[in-house]
């Protein structure tokens, strides 16, 4: 009998990658990262008909967060699904910490506006055939002002410029109720970034190219996160 060769087939496993398709959060207060702690959170970004605002819930085990925080306080939430550095959120603390139990254990809650000095403070002025970016441009200088410190701002490209005044008193009206009124008159539409930049541009002319976390589009709740 001549010589056969023998293929000897052993088992074994295959490991294949698989693709981590999960949105990665990481959320700061003051700067520091609490992301580990965190149980939910409820995003809501807005264009300029209101401020954007947040509410994190977190695991307040033996009181870690009682007395950490009292308001006014920066807040950061950033997120994407590559290592969570595409900001997403960035404001302040509206109060302290609200504290919980539950038969699950003990919890703090912290909610935040984006920018609330837009809501929390007051305007005054009066435009007489204003072009309508001027004026846009007039109101957030006239908040920065009064706040004594950059609130929002503008860059050289951020708002169009257009040929529509505006003639209007404003009296006791909210910054952001100032600026809406501004856009609608010269049909245009605004948002503010989360570095705090006014864009302002004609209605239809722009789409956003960042991409969205939306929760049960495409993303699911999970343990970590709620």
């Not at 009998?1 to 990665?24: C, H, T, V, W, Y």
């Not at 595409?86 to 910490?97: A, E, H, M």
């Not at 920018?115 to 001027?134: A, Q, R, V």
Request: glycine content about 8%.
């Amino acid at each position: 009998m001549s010589p056969q060769d023998i293929e000897i087939i052993e088992e074994g496993i295959i490991f294949l990658e698989l693709p981590d398709n999960r949105a990665k959060w990481v959320i700061t207060i003051n700067g520091a990262d609490i992301s580990s702690n965190v149980i939910a959170v409820s995003l809501n970004r807005s264009m300029t008909h209101k401020l954007s605002s947040c509410d994190v819930l977190l695991d307040n085990n033996k009181g870690r967060y009682n007395e950490s925080w009292k308001g006014g306080e920066s807040i950061t939430i950033d997120a994407d699904y590559s290592n969570g550095t595409l900001r997403r959120f960035s404001g302040k603390l509206d109060g302290p910490v609200r504290k919980s139990m539950t038969s699950d254990g003990w919890f703090a809650r912290v909610t935040a506006r984006s920018y609330p000095e837009l809501i929390d403070m007051k305007y005054i002025g009066t435009f007489s055939g204003e072009l309508g970016d001027s004026a846009l441009k007039s109101i957030i200088d006239n908040l920065n002002t009064r706040a004594g410190s950059t609130i929002i701002s503008y860059t050289a490209s951020s708002i169009v410029s257009t040929t529509s005044t505006i003639t209007q008193d404003f009296r006791e009206v909210s910054y952001l109720e100032a600026l809406n009124y501004v856009l609608n008159k010269i049909e245009f539409h605004g948002y503010i970034d989360t570095s705090g930049v006014l864009f302002g541009f004609p209605r239809g002319a722009k789409f956003s190219a960042t991409p969205s976390i939306i929760s049960g589009i495409n993303v699911w709740s999970v343990s970590e996160f709620g």
